[in-house]
């Protein structure tokens, strides 16, 4: 199948045409809700997910990354109801991770300030790869610790070596907004770009150099940019002409 190409379509027609089983990791943020009106198209979601199902590889990924709308003060679940119809069409709910901005310019003035968003993380069976990222733990060097304790009752107490690293949680925290999100201006000609850090985690954490990795609804591009980027093989699409067009801007950055 091809690969390394951006792709003005849509991506249910486009996945019609694709190979079953052939993607290793998709990680895309659906329109949600209406929220933006992307030039008034709209997604048809069930047929998003099964498209899904279809190209993903058995042990392959699909990072959804998605809101809820508040309207008239009530949350939409828009979230949630989707993440159940991943499951019923036969992915497993691998992690429900959150994705926490930093800067969050959105106040509510009878709720907590929203500053997240889920990163839904579906396996289609048992995960292929997981290449944790890694962080300093607090505590390093030797410290005596308890062993098991005996039938006397004493719980003896040996020098052991700390572990001078852990793997992350799974709430991962980004700057949005220029120089944070990225520092390609011309992307943020795009409403909702998604944090490059966000799409290059995810790619380190569930694929390997040459794997291919999918975004039906690409926007500016920032998973295809973020797989180039890393030696990884990438697909791209969506259905705005203008947004692939960003998309093929940024793509073109990375290949000079
Ligand atoms: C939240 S944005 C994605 C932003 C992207 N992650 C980025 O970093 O720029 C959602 C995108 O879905 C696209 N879209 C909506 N319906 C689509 C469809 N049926 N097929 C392909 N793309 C679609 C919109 O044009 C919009 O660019």
Avoid at 86 to 107: A, C, L, S, W
Avoid at 214 to 236: E, H, Q, V
Wanted: proline share 4%; hydrophobic share 35%.
């Amino acid at each position: 199948m091809e690969f390394n190409y951006l792709v003005n379509q849509n991506c249910v027609e486009l996945m019609n045409s694709m190979d079953e089983n052939s993607i290793d990791l998709t990680i895309t943020s659906p329109p949600y809700d209406q929220l933006r009106n992307y030039e008034g198209y709209d997604f048809d979601f069930k047929s998003v997910a099964d498209g899904l199902y279809k190209v993903t590889k058995q042990g392959g990924i699909v990072v959804w990354v998605v809101g809820d709308r508040i309207k008239n003060g009530n949350k939409s679940l828009t979230s949630f109801k989707q993440a159940i119809y991943f499951q019923e069409i036969g992915f497993n709910v691998h992690d429900v991770m959150i994705y926490r901005k930093k800067n969050t310019p959105f106040m509510r003035s009878n709720a907590y300030t929203n500053c997240y968003e889920f990163m839904h993380v579906f396996s289609k069976g048992k995960p292929n790869t997981y290449n944790p990222i890694m962080i300093d733990t607090v505590r390093q060097g030797f410290e005596k610790m308890p062993t098991n304790k005996g039938p006397d009752g004493v719980n003896n107490k040996v020098i052991g070596k700390l572990n001078s690293k852990k793997a992350r949680t799974n709430i991962w925290e980004y700057a949005v907004g220029m120089h944070g999100t990225t520092s390609d201006k011309i992307a943020f000609e795009h409403p909702a770009v998604m944090p490059e850090k966000l799409a290059e985690d995810h790619i380190l954490s569930w694929t390997n150099e040459g794997d291919l990795v999918f975004d039906p609804m690409c926007g500016s591009g920032t998973t295809c940019k973020m797989a180039l980027k890393n030696n990884r093989k990438y697909i791209g699409c969506d259905i705005s002409k203008e947004y692939i067009e960003i998309a093929r801007k940024r793509i073109d950055l990375v290949s000079k």
